[in-house]
């Protein structure tokens, strides 16, 4: 089956599931990792990335299969040096993007708002990064975000003071490349995710040359209140700023059927400060399991969002039109995830 009439969209639903299930299916019999099997296919991982979300996204598979692909959850891949000079391995890590399935503000610190969310991974776009010690310090930025106003140079320039951080805490230097899955300003982690596929990729390199480091709750959220639950990169529950983070046990099977990020993003800043414009916080009490977030959404931000821009609104509506079981607003916006779910 050619791969790339996968990617550029010329097969039907039926071909596409094909395609999927070989590739899993070579997966489990080869034993190899992601990245050795997009090698031994003489394709990019880009490519069969992309091809997996085509027939996700299409609705033709479970999103089983990507979390296959990431069966343990974030992956610390190790690529074979192949003809790179000795000790120049080139040492990848993979970051599924996030979903809140509830997010309830508690409280207003000084500089933080205090949470109570339910998290999971939204695996169906991720972030890759890959690092190469020994060289001189670099940060690129690779774009695979289909956003047609996201400015790669602009994103690297802002990430590169925390991944430098990042690199100093863990003792490394090198080279660093970031191919990017996950859309900024869409409720995502798409600020966070990057830096957390960096932190595997530099813990990886660190931990095979016996190198001592030690990161806090507090040092990780420093760098991004999400960073703890991301790096779990599994259910959880999280509260505080987002410092504490408990994994969480649910009988619950989960399917995306929806994902959309509305015209005109959102500035994660803005909406808090809308948010803050109203005298109470809402008192109920927030979901505490994943069940319970299911069966009761709640996204405090969701409509101080939603005054900021109506774009979210307006595509929360027609999502919800279809009549999944589930429509929520991840994060502080702008992307409105849909879902079916079923208690097993």
């Known amino acids: 089956m050619e791969l790339r009439d996968l990617y550029r969209k010329k097969l039907d639903k039926k071909s596409m599931a094909s395609c999927g299930t070989y590739i899993v299916d070579e997966l489990r019999k080869s034993g190899e990792t992601f990245f050795e099997l997009c090698e031994n296919l003489s394709f990019p991982a880009e490519t069969i990335r992309a091809c997996l979300n085509v027939f996700l996204k299409n609705g033709v598979a479970h999103n089983l299969i990507g979390k296959y692909v990431l069966e343990d959850g974030v992956g610390d ?5 192949g003809s790179l000079p000795v000790n120049r391995k ?8 996030k979903c809140n399935l509830s997010l309830a503000v508690v409280g207003k610190g000084e500089k933080l708002h205090e949470l109570d969310m339910l998290f999971c991974p939204f695996d169906l776009v991720w972030d890759e990064a890959e690092f190469v010690p020994d060289e001189e310090n670099s940060l690129k930025i690779e774009d695979f975000t289909m956003q047609p106003d996201f400015d790669a140079e602009r994103f690297a320039a802002e990430m590169k003071p925390k991944v430098d951080k990042l690199a100093k805490k863990l003792g490394v230097s090198g080279a660093v490349k970031i191919k990017k899955g996950v859309p900024v300003g ?3 982690g798409g600020s966070t995710a990057c830096l957390v596929a960096v932190y595997y990729a530099f813990k990886k390199y660190a931990d095979e040359k016996g190198l001592k480091f030690d990161v806090s709750a507090k040092y990780l959220t420093s760098l991004s209140s999400d960073f703890p639950a991301m790096a779990l990169a599994r259910a959880c ?9 408990e994994p969480i046990e649910e009988n619950v099977q989960i399917v995306f059927t929806g994902f959309k990020v509305a015209d005109g993003g959102s500035d994660t800043a803005a909406v808090y400060k809308k948010f803050d414009e109203k005298d109470a916080l809402l008192q109920l009490e927030p979901p505490a399991t994943v069940e319970d977030a299911l069966e009761n959404p709640r996204n ?3 409509a101080p969002a939603c005054k900021l821009n109506k774009e979210i609104k307006k595509v929360y509506d027609a999502m919800k039109s279809q009549k999944p079981n589930f429509v929520i607003m991840t994060g502080s916006g702008s992307g409105i995830i849909a879902l079916d779910y079923q208690i097993v």
Request: no cysteine; proline share 7%.
């Open 186 to 188: 869409a409720g995502l």
């Open 300 to 302: 405090d931000l969701f």
């Open 237 to 245: 529950r999280v509260r505080g700023v987002g410092e504490k983070v």
């Open 77 to 81: 891949f190790v690529v074979p040096s």
């Open 90 to 97: 080139k040492y990848r890590s993979v970051v599924p993007a």
